[in-house]
């Protein structure tokens, strides 16, 4: 299972972003969908979740500010950024847990990552 993300780009405080990463490969299912990000020289931190049944959650820096959604039909997420702050520079990273079609076709449990997208937040 593949995720690419895209989205990512330079903005200035106050400013928007959309990311995407959609979800591809020999996938049985996907049932859980979230975005990390890392900023430089610091740890991974989950952003924000979403589950199968749209449930969400957001780490409280980000609470108000951006909105995690899914498409299950295409398997894909988005992560809609508004109110930019410069703290929210960093990697953003897909991550999308399910299974994928493994020898004879029996369904493997995965735990699959993107490669990141950069987001800048800069005057």
């Known amino acids: 299972v593949q995720l690419v993300e895209s989205g990512g780009g330079v903005v200035q405080p106050g400013g928007s972003l959309s990311l995407s990463c959609p979800a591809s490969?020999?996938?049985?299912?996907?049932?859980?969908m979230a975005w990390y990000r890392q900023p430089l020289g610091k740890g991974r931190e989950l952003v924000a979740e979403?589950?199968?049944?749209?449930?969400?959650n957001y780490v409280a820096s980000v609470k108000g500010r951006f909105t995690i959604s899914r498409d299950n039909a295409k398997n894909t997420v988005y992560l809609q950024m508004n109110s930019l702050k410069p703290e929210d520079t960093a990697v953003y990273y897909c991550?999308?847990?399910?299974?994928?079609?493994?020898?004879?076709?029996?369904?493997?449990?995965?735990?699959?990552w993107g490669e990141g997208t950069q987001v800048t937040v800069s005057s």
């Open positions: 979403i589950t199968n049944d749209g449930t969400t």
């Open positions: 490969g020999d996938i049985f299912d996907i049932n859980y």
């Open positions: 991550n999308a847990r399910g299974h994928s079609y493994g020898d004879y076709d029996v369904p493997t449990p995965g735990d699959y």
